[in-house]
């Protein structure tokens, strides 16, 4: 006869079965059994209904505080002003009276040309004046007198006159053969050493104006009638250096390839250290507004896809609030368009919608049930 140990071991199944068996029966009885005495009621909404439990969602009390807007462009340090001085008149390098990078003064005398016989040809000039004024003279007098007639007095007045142009061209001729700065600025570039001869139009001395300091940068189209003379600026060059401009030329005709206006702010520089070239970031303020200032993190949307916040109205109930960033910063967002005083939900804003009625907990409350 066959054993009960024999017959599992050939045919597994019926082990299988059994125990199939086992775990259907265990689950029947566990449906059967609902002690009354540990049944608890679910909350009941007021058409008997039943409704879901409330969320608690951290709350945060912010108070608007004035912020200014302002408007972030790049731009390029440039020079005031910038000079090509050339030779007015043709002659020898006779001195440097500068060397490249010197400061000098407007009037300041820069470059001495050889004045070969220009002082003699002035001399000349001079004596030739005097005998022609004589000769003038005494033709106005002969004429007064009727001793002369029109033609003889209009001759010698044309005389007069010549004489006194070649004075005047020589005098010019004379003074030309010094070169001297036009304007307070430093020697950028020099073209001619001593011993050079120039032509008339060569250039000899490149000088910027650094002061004040000009910072050019490209507003866009979108932004431009925001944008007026005098309107303040706080500038940050790469180097470091922080300080407050204005702002002194507004394009008034767009790029034709990017859509942008031309701008510029200028900045004291008396000693003129700053150099042009540098890279540079402009903020201009636009004007000063009412915000609070929250962390990105407790930014949210509607259903619409509206950027704003959500509050907490009366009645414990949840209210989204639509905002517009007045400025960003590296620790935070300034958001406009709140009360004064507003309650805003920082944790669990994206688990309720506009209207729900929530469970408010304080920061402070938060920790105290977490340490409990």
Do not use: C
Not at 91 to 101: A, E, F, I, P, Q
Not at 262 to 276: C, D, F, H, Q
Not at 332 to 357: A, E, N, P, S, Y
């Amino acid at each position: 006869m066959i054993s009960i140990k024999e017959q599992f071991r050939r045919k597994p199944w019926i082990l299988s079965a059994f125990i199939l068996l086992g775990i259907g029966l265990w689950l029947f009885s566990g449906q059967q059994k609902t002690p009354s005495d540990t049944q608890v009621p679910a909350a009941q909404g007021p058409d008997n209904s039943t409704a879901p439990p409330l969320a608690k969602v951290v709350i945060e009390q912010f108070t608007v505080q004035p912020v200014t807007r302002t408007l972030s462009l790049y731009g390029r340090t440039a020079p005031n002003r910038k000079a090509t001085l050339g030779a007015e008149v043709a002659g020898k390098v006779d001195s440097l009276l500068v060397r490249k990078g010197q400061h000098v003064k407007a009037g300041q005398a820069l470059i001495q040309l050889d004045k070969a016989d220009r002082e003699l040809q002035l001399a000349r000039a001079n004596a030739l004046l005097k005998v022609r004024n004589q000769e003038f003279n005494a033709s106005k007098s002969l004429k007064n007198r009727g001793l002369q007639g029109e033609v003889a007095f209009s001759q010698a007045e044309a005389n007069l006159i010549e004489a006194k142009a070649l004075v005047k061209s020589l005098e010019l001729a004379l003074g030309n053969t010094e070169i001297y700065a036009p304007f307070d600025g430093i020697i950028e570039l020099l073209y001619i050493e001593k011993g050079d001869y120039l032509g008339v139009g060569d250039p000899v001395i490149s000088i910027v104006d650094l002061d004040p300091l000009v910072i050019s940068a490209d507003v866009s189209e979108r932004h431009i009638d925001k944008i007026y003379k005098r309107q303040p600026a706080e500038v940050s060059l790469i180097t470091g250096f922080t300080t407050s401009g204005q702002l002194s030329f507004r394009g008034a005709v767009a790029d034709g390839s990017t859509n942008t206006y031309p701008i510029e702010v200028e900045i004291s520089n008396p000693e003129m250290t700053l150099t042009a070239g540098t890279s540079a970031n402009l903020e201009l303020i636009l004007a000063t507004e009412l915000a609070i200032k929250i962390t990105p993190s407790m930014l949210a949307l509607d259903e619409a896809g509206n950027l704003g916040i959500k509050t907490l109205a009366e009645g414990d109930k949840v209210h989204f609030v639509p905002i517009s960033i007045v400025k960003v910063e590296p620790d935070g967002v300034w958001l406009g368009g709140t009360d004064k005083t507003v309650d805003v939900i920082t944790t669990g804003q994206g688990f309720v919608r506009d209207g729900d009625t929530v469970i408010p907990v304080r920061p402070s409350s938060a920790q105290e049930s977490g340490s409990e």
